[in-house]
Structures are given as structure tokens and as C-alpha cells.
């Protein structure tokens, strides 16, 4: 079956500008997980929603940052007023959720994000 | 706070050879454990994971791995290295009780001579 997709691939946007990047999840799947990736570092985590509400946000940098995920599916990570210290990979991820078992996570391809 | 480090940035090894990526983490209790590899364009692929029971734990594309409580490791191993097995590998930690983020290492990327 298909895999975690992430549009688009690379986005390339100018200092101060507003970005939206698109995840869509394994079907079936109720969590949705976005990390962030900077050159030559391992993937930082963002948020995650169970459903569409957001379970953990705790890893949003600032309030340039939020996601929604308004119908428990399709997810959108925007960021406000880019910087170019927000120029990383953003990672999507998604996985069943069972009770007392941890259920792996899926991850799609990234989006490549340069702010000049 | 919980933390992974994987002290090698990058490895090369001949291939045919054996290969360890050493992985150690920080954390309160005994976490859930995985090594993930990232190949260039490609998304990341879950390799193995422990969770509890036996410390030997065995994974896809001839992997495995070893979790050491004493030494809070969980290294990566393979007996014989195979040219398409140059990517770049992390470690990552999840939280019992938890279905929630995954803390990952730097990465150590592999290369390997033929």
C-alpha cells in the first residue's frame, strides 16, 4: 500500500515569507508525527497529533510554528515569517495507536525546505 | 533529559567486512530502543527495535543489535557488509508509557569500499 507522502519535496521561499508543507499519512493510521532535520543532525521532534487533536507539542520552536490536522487525516505544518535558520528537511511520520503497545512509525520522504 | 549519542560520525568499512555503530543513550528508565538508516532521497526505515525480553534483537537486511542496561548501549552490528548498506544510520530512543516522539542520535553515516 502506499506510504507516508509529503508535498512538496523541496521548497525554496525568501526570508519573511509564509510556507506550508503537506503530509498525508498511511490510511488507517491515527498518529501523525513531524520532526524537523538540520544538516548533519539526527530528526528533531515537532508535534504529534492523535487524531486530530495535537497530543504533544512541545518540540514547536516558537509561535512562528503550528500544525493542524483538521479532519484526524491530511496534516499541515505552516510557518509564519520564515527565517533562514529554519531551512532544514521537515519529517512526517505516522503510526497505528494501540493501548499498551508502542506501534511503529512510518516516515515519508521530507520536505526540503531553503529560506534565502 | 533524555538524550542518544552515537560518537561516529562517519565509518567506512571494506566490503565484507563486520561492522558495530555504537549507540549509547540517557534516560530514567529502560526505553524503548531503535536503529533507524536513511538512505540519500529516501524516507527513514526502521531496522529493529527493543522493547523488552531478550537483549539480542535481530532485524531486517541482516542486522542486529545488542541492548547492555549496564552500559546504556545499544549497538548496532552486522556480520558482513554489503556495498548497498552505505547510508546513514540513527539510533533513537521512545518513552515507555508513551506514543509520542522518538529522540534521536546525530547519525553516523556508513560508506563502504569495495
Known amino acids: 500500500g502506499a506510504g507516508v507522502s509529503q508535498t512538496p519535496s523541496n521548497k525554496v521561499t525568501e526570508k519573511g515569507k509564509y510556507v506550508e508543507l503537506r503530509c498525508d499519512p498511511i490510511?488507517?493510521?491515527?498518529?501523525l508525527y513531524w520532526y524537523r532535520q538540520s544538516l548533519g543532525q539526527g530528526p528533531e521532534f515537532l508535534i504529534y497529533?492523535?487524531?486530530?487533536?495535537?497530543?504533544?507539542d512541545s518540540g514547536l520552536p516558537n509561535d512562528r510554528f503550528f500544525a493542524v490536522r483538521p479532519e484526524g487525516s491530511v496534516s499541515t505544518l505552516k510557518i509564519q515569517r520564515t527565517e533562514r535558520g529554519d531551512s532544514a528537511v521537515y519529517l512526517c511520520?505516522?503510526?497505528?495507536?494501540?493501548?499498551?503497545?508502542?506501534?511503529?512509525?512510518?516516515f515519508g520522504p521530507g520536505t526540503r525546505l531553503t529560506v534565502l | 533529559a533524555q538524550s542518544v549519542t552515537q560518537p561516529d560520525i562517519h565509518i567506512t568499512v571494506s566490503e565484507g567486512a563486520s561492522l558495530e555503530l555504537r549507540c549509547n543513550y540517557s534516560?530514567?528508565?529502560?526505553?524503548?530502543l531503535f536503529w533507524y538508516v536513511q538512505s540519500p532521497g529516501q524516507g527513514l526505515q526502521l531496522l529493529l527495535k527493543?522493547?523488552?525480553?531478550?537483549?539480542l534483537v535481530q532485524g531486517i537486511k541482516g542486522f542486529e543489535a545488542e541492548f547492555k542496561r549496564s552500559q546504556s548501549s545499544f549497538n548496532l552490528r552486522k556480520p558482513s557488509v554489503h556495498w548497498s548498506d552505505a547510508a546513514e544510520y540513527f539510533c533513537?530512543?521512545?518513552?515507555?508509557?508513551?506514543?509520542?516522539?522518538?529522540?534521536f542520535g546525530k547519525g553516523t553515516k556508513l560508506s563502504v569500499k569495495p
Open positions: 511520520a505516522s503510526s497505528l495507536v494501540g493501548s499498551g503497545t508502542y506501534n511503529e512509525q512510518f
Open positions: 534516560y530514567g528508565a529502560t526505553p524503548y
Open positions: 497529533f492523535q487524531g486530530t487533536g495535537a497530543a504533544d
Open positions: 533513537a530512543v521512545g518513552s515507555r508509557g508513551s506514543q509520542g516522539n522518538l529522540i
Open positions: 490510511s488507517g493510521h491515527t498518529a
Open positions: 527493543y522493547f523488552s525480553g531478550d537483549t
